[in-house]
């Protein structure tokens, strides 16, 4: 076919890694540690966390602002909302 691009085997992949590492001046990067590679999941999982709260936070909000109730940006906005909104339930179910 002219034009179209031929994708690499699995096999000449490996082959262009062999031929490479056999070459002078090849800089090869250390394994890591057991230590190393916990942290590392450990980091990536706590930004993973972060990212979903944010998600979910920003989704209530948007979901309280269909009904006009606008809370600010900021997850300690948000949790004086919650705590507010509890103290509310708590106070109308003693006058209901």
Known sequence: MIGARVWPSGQADAQAIA???LQEGMRLVPVKTADQQGL???IKTRALFIRQRTKAFNAIRSHLAE???IVGTGTVRLEALARSWTAIKQVASLLL
């Open 40 to 42: 590392t999941v450990l």
């Open 67 to 69: 009904f006009g109730l």
């Open 19 to 21: 031929v490479a590492a």
